[in-house]
């Protein structure tokens, strides 16, 4: 299927999954097996001491020991001042500094420089990344994202999204990511790149990739990464390389209001170089529709808002104004 | 002991993270009692997925789970309770640092449900064949007004033959709870009338009443022999400072080695409610839920020193206490039973709950001893 704006709706009800439809791990481990893959977890981590040994715990237990779907866990920190590294080493993760990962580069401090390390680090041929930071985890932040990849070769990049809400009234609820995905992220898709909008969640930080997709694109250190991975990657691969899975709630430390300043204009920075580099400003017109997101029972669908911002122009250039102000 | 691998608590260890993410998953599953149904649920996943093909959920809400022995009618029961004491409003998350899991109810009892859960796997691994049957049951409505409702249902109920039973708890370890000492719990609970009399200007409270209701309380005379006490354990009342306090509720326990004492004290804490009643005008109710009788197996029972040589073998420092959870209604079946801790804790019943995780291997270590030493026909 070429996926054209016209029939997104089409891909994303063929690419989006719910984690639950994976539950039957000992099916998706002979599956891998059959195929010969190796799954490798990195934990980017900067200061996580609270939160890093459940991952592990949870994750060595599910998916290593009683289910061996991940081959190895690593974490990737940048510098911990905690007992971050400490903790993983005691509950069995192997642990690196990301400063001594291709020690001969120029180092650079960010979760992107992380998870790029791991490229060169980890021996995995699916890398899944999970952020340190989720208290409530579950094995189903590994098994949702690397099962697309597993049943499906096709697929290259599986994007997590979250945060059905517990309650709702009516049947129609809005759905989307976090303040900086619906304020900036939607809305520069819905301008630049429509094909984009039909992940809901852009800026998650969970994701499964194919080591043939990571080798290939670039890595921002800081806020932009996953922004320019989803860019990067439909530049190469087109949309059919993306799925996407629904992973339920995920609980985490919100961020201040002046946080999110930051991220988006590390967001923006990243944006505006590809879309320089990519000719999209030299467009003459661009698209006028809002792409946002609602759930009616489970199916997710585009929800489309026409937004022209008309102009009236200097009220000096009306006639009839400089004839009142004789002017 | 002598079937024990012998590198056994070190061989547990190397299968910590399955046990550490279970007590983990169960914790996070809030369960106050009554509404168990959730972490019965899961323990059911794990006892299907063990293979254990005989699992179920009965009438009473209780998790069973059977694991089939080679060759013998009888049956070795494993108990922990489902339900603590937080309801589902607490934020249950768990968190693991370095050596601890702190979480509310880690300890009582989510860790003996997290080993109930896990059992079946640990055998498998350490290729652990056992003769009796062994019955996995994590028993809902068993704390407070729940009055060991779950326990005593099944019981009741079931067709197995149970030689023996093994009550677990989180903490402590070197818990041995052979006896169950007679009880009765209740609350007694004071309330000011709505047709308030506004003359007797501060004169009326539920909280004073209950005060003069706690004081002649105090004043009962307990016997040194059989020993006695009257446990209160806790107090609500009231709403503000300024506001005189239109309720007030005691929750209290007596405790003693004669069923007799026992009944004659709740006897006297019934005259006391009458007394203060007719004397104040204000409204008291005396509601008592849950009974004990004493009993239990003898210290020189086979049972019991067992335990003590598994231990003594596992360099724990046996503490005998006597117990009014679920070994009550074991011992009033007349099934040879004993209460065990699995490791150490601290802040029990707050939010800030906490397990040491080193010594969970030790306490792991004791209960596959017993399992094996009870399955062994030593404990006859």
Redesign the interface.
């Known amino acids: 299927m070429e996926v054209t704006v016209n029939n997104l709706q089409e891909w994303i009800d063929k690419n989006t999954y719910h984690h639950s439809q994976f539950w039957d791990l000992k099916k998706l481990v002979e599956k891998k097996e059959k195929l010969g893959l190796t799954i490798s977890l990195c934990l980017p981590t900067l200061n996580e001491?609270?939160?890093i040994?459940?991952e592990?715990?949870?994750f060595?237990?599910?998916l290593?020991?009683?289910y061996p779907l991940i081959d190895e866990i690593a974490v990737i920190d940048s510098g911990s001042t905690d007992?971050t590294l400490?903790?993983a080493k005691?509950?069995?993760a192997d642990t690196y500094l990301a400063s001594d990962i291709l020690p001969n580069l120029e180092p650079k401090r960010g979760k992107g420089e992380n998870l790029w390390k791991a490229i060169y680090q980890l021996k995995g041929d699916i890398i899944v990344y999970v952020d340190a930071d989720i208290?409530?985890i579950?094995p189903r932040f590994v098994y949702g994202l690397v099962a697309p990849l597993i049943y499906r070769e096709e697929v290259k990049y599986v994007k997590a999204f979250y945060d059905r809400p517990l309650a709702f009234s009516g049947n129609v609820r809005a759905s989307g990511g976090g303040r900086v995905t619906e304020i900036l992220v939607r809305p520069l898709f819905s301008l630049f790149f429509p094909e984009l909008t039909t992940i809901i969640q852009p800026l998650s930080g969970e994701y499964a990739v194919r080591r043939e997709v990571l080798e290939q694109i670039a890595f921002p250190i800081g806020y932009g990464v996953e922004t320019s991975h989803l860019i990067d990657v439909h530049h190469k691969f087109g949309l059919e390389a993306f799925a996407q899975t629904d992973l339920d709630k995920r609980?985490h430390e919100n961020k201040p209001t002046i946080d999110l300043g930051k991220m988006s204009f590390g967001i923006l920075q990243t944006f505006i170089k590809r879309a320089k580099a990519l000719g999209i400003f030299e467009k003459a017109d661009h698209e006028t529709i809002l792409r946002q997101f609602q759930v009616t029972k489970d199916k997710y669908e585009q929800n489309l808002i026409e937004i022209v911002e008309e102009e009236r122009p200097p009220m000096i250039e009306i006639e009839d104004y400089r004839k009142k102000f004789k002017k | 002991m002598k079937n024990l691998p012998k590198d056994l608590t070190k061989r547990l260890q190397s299968?910590?993270?399955?046990l550490?993410?279970?007590l983990?998953?169960i914790g996070?599953i809030s369960s106050p009692t009554f509404q168990e149904e959730k972490r019965i649920e899961f323990l059911l996943n794990r006892f299907n997925?063990a293979g254990l093909t005989e699992s179920s959920i009965d009438e009473a809400g209780n998790g069973i789970g059977i694991l089939k022995g080679n060759d013998s009618d009888k049956a070795i029961l494993i108990n922990a309770h489902a339900d603590t004491v937080f309801s589902n409003k607490t934020d249950h998350?768990?968190?693991?640092?370095?050596d601890r899991i702190t979480g509310p109810g880690v300890a009582d009892n989510s860790l003996g449900m997290a080993v109930l859960a896990t059992l079946p796997?640990l055998l498998e691994q350490l290729d652990i064949k056992l003769k009796n049957d062994l019955v996995l049951l994590g028993g809902a409505k068993s704390l407070g007004r729940g009055d060991l409702e779950g326990i005593r249902f099944f019981l009741d109920n079931n067709k197995l033959d149970i030689g023996h039973a093994l009550c677990i708890e989180g903490i402590e370890l070197g818990r041995l709870s052979y006896s169950s000492i007679g009880m009765l719990r209740g609350e007694i609970t004071c309330k000011v009338p709505e047709s308030y009399d506004w003359s007797r200007f501060g004169d009326a409270s539920a909280i004073l009443t209950l005060n003069e209701v706690i004081n002649k309380i105090n004043d009962i005379r307990l016997p040194k022999r059989p020993r006695t006490s009257i446990v209160m354990g806790s107090i609500v009342g009231g709403t503000s400072f300024n506001t005189i306090a239109k309720d007030a509720t005691l929750g209290f326990e007596v405790r003693s080695e004669s069923k007799e004492v026992v009944e004659s004290t709740g006897q006297t804490i019934e005259d006391i409610v009458m007394e203060v009643t007719s004397k104040t005008g204000d409204e008291i109710e005396l509601d008592i839920f849950a009974k004990r009788s004493p009993g239990g197996i003898p210290y020189a029972h086979p049972l019991n020193k067992c335990a003590r040589k598994v231990m003594s073998e596992l360099k724990i420092e046996p503490r005998l206490a006597p117990s009014t959870s679920e070994l009550a209604a074991l011992i009033d079946k007349n099934i040879p039973s004993l209460t065990l801790g699995i490791t150490s804790g601290d802040n029990i019943h707050k939010k800030e709950e906490a397990i040491l995780i080193k010594p969970i291997y030790k306490g792991l270590a004791q209960i596959i001893g017993m399992i094996t030493a009870i399955d062994g026909g030593h404990c006859e």
Do not use: C
Request: aromatic share 4%.
């Open positions: 001491e609270k939160t040994g459940k592990i715990i949870l060595k237990s599910e290593v020991n009683r007992e400490n903790v005691n509950f069995g208290s409530n579950h609980v | 299968h910590r993270e399955v550490l993410a279970n983990v998953m996070e997925e998350t768990m968190h693991v640092s370095g796997y």
